[in-house]
């Protein structure tokens, strides 16, 4: 095949990416922009097989099926509520992949020392993000804690962990031994590891969006060494967009990457001054009584959270808007940027239930109103309206912008329990005498208010 037309496939791929990227950009367009992003994949892996330099082409298939046999059904089950957890186990399989490339690349053909080093920044690169992806899996599944985790010495581990593959990386280059790129590859997975545990919390991400961009940047060098200019460039823009998202989603958290990596390691207070909460009294309500603050309010703005995503509430809370517009509220979604776990999740969610997009208040546009409501109603969500992040500089969140719900006239909490949010701290807004809880599936607590309010006269 002409090396001109491979070259001119590739670059249509490419386009089809830079294309994709562009269109995620706004709702309005992502579905289609996930369509020319599979388009220009499917251009890419046409041609690679038409180029006719790939060997083992039965062995290569044979991992497409089972990657298809695994992936369809794996990705068709997953709930809205284990996207994190499903992007945090792609991306370290992407990892895994990058580094398993490189090794194979320099056990096979050692090559130059320029070709050297971007094979030892593709295997340490890769190892540090799929045992760190591998973590921060576990973090969001809470099949470990979500807290960070500080280990004896912890600090001091991982800067010597951190100078051991710097010391390796640098001894591989010259030597091409096979044994320290093999003890590299080693640290590289201990480095991971010990990188994402002190992360906890709303948090992790965070963690996850930096980890893809050093997937993005090992898979850019795995086409460096390949001499594949497609991966190159591929690998670049998952960099690149990966760093950018890590960037937005932290300045969402009105913090620092430095801060939200290596914070746990400063001693800091856990927020929450008024003792435990099992001690404290809150107020709670029926049905019924919250039916009548909000049938009666003139404005209401719901904080859409995970626990709506997880109870899959999202029409029901459609059913209560309407009824409330149709006896003249005027009903508003406050949108964190951050609120579900992952950018753009309750926009998705609400979507799914056709909530007009006019309704949807981001954060700036929603909070200088919340002063003026009369009622804020609060659907799973609990970290981002803890006013700790505002009031309390001790607080781990402290710094991170929140959605001003305590200034609305009332706040109305659903919750299953007084269990703390992601965060792992409590939120005093709980215990104002300003707010009412129900307790309850936010499913079945919204169906009993639709209820209550169609009751009202």
């Not at 001119?8 to 990416?17: D, I, P």
């Not at 690169?125 to 985790?149: A, D, N, Y």
């Not at 954060?363 to 009031?391: H, K, Q, Y």
Request: net charge neutral.
């Amino acid at each position: 095949m002409s090396q001109d037309l491979v070259h001119l496939v590739y670059l249509l791929a490419a386009l089809c990416f830079i294309l994709a990227l562009k269109g995620l950009s706004t709702p309005r367009h992502a579905r289609t922009a996930n369509l020319v992003g599979a388009l220009g994949m499917v251009f890419a892996v046409a041609i690679a097989f038409g180029d006719g330099r790939i060997g083992n082409v039965g062995w290569i298939l044979a991992a497409i099926a089972l990657g298809v046999i695994i992936g369809i059904p794996a990705a068709r089950a997953v709930k809205m509520t284990a996207i994190p957890q499903m992007v945090a186990l792609f991306n370290g399989v992407g990892g895994a992949a990058a580094a398993l490339v490189a090794l194979t690349e320099f056990l096979a053909t050692t090559g130059n020392a320029g070709m050297r080093a971007a094979t030892v920044f593709g295997v340490l690169v890769g190892c540090v993000s799929f045992s760190g992806s591998l973590v921060t899996f576990l973090k969001l599944q809470e099949l470990m804690t979500t807290r960070p985790v500080i280990l004896p010495y912890g600090r001091s581990t991982a800067i010597g962990v951190s100078v051991l593959c710097l010391g390796l990386a640098v001894a591989v280059v010259p030597t091409a031994s096979t044994a320290l790129v093999i003890t590299l590859s080693v640290a590289g997975l201990l480095l991971g590891v010990l990188f994402v545990l002190p992360v906890g919390g709303a948090d992790v991400p965070i963690a996850i969006s930096l980890l893809n961009a050093f997937t993005g940047l090992a898979v850019a060098a795995s086409g460096y060494v390949l001499g594949n200019t497609l991966l190159i460039v591929a690998g670049t823009l998952v960099g690149a967009s990966g760093t950018l998202l890590t960037r937005m989603m932290a300045k969402a958290m009105g913090r620092s990457l430095t801060n939200i990596l290596f914070g746990a390691f400063t001693p800091a207070a856990i927020g929450g001054d008024g003792g435990p909460a099992e001690s404290r009294t809150v107020r709670t309500g029926t049905p019924e009584d919250i039916a009548i603050m909000l049938g009666y309010a003139r404005t209401v703005v719901v904080i859409p959270g995970y626990g709506l995503a997880v109870a899959q509430a999202q029409h029901v809370v459609r059913e209560l808007a309407d009824l409330l517009a149709g006896r003249g509220v005027e009903v508003a979604y406050g949108i964190h940027p951050v609120a579900g776990r992952m950018p753009g999740h309750m926009n998705v969610l609400l979507a799914e239930a056709d909530v007009p997009y006019a309704q949807l208040k981001e954060m700036e546009e929603v909070n200088p109103r919340l002063a003026s409501t009369d009622v804020a109603l609060v659907i799973g969500a609990n970290d981002v309206v803890n006013p700790a992040a505002r009031d309390q500089p001790e607080s781990p969140i402290y710094g991170m912008p929140i959605l001003d719900v305590d200034k609305a006239d009332s706040v109305v909490f659903l919750k299953r329990s007084m269990r703390p949010g992601f965060a792992g701290i409590e939120n005093e807004l709980l215990f104002n005498p300003r707010t009412t809880l129900l307790f309850g599936d936010a499913k079945d607590s919204l169906s009993s208010l639709v209820t209550a309010v169609k009751q009202l006269a």
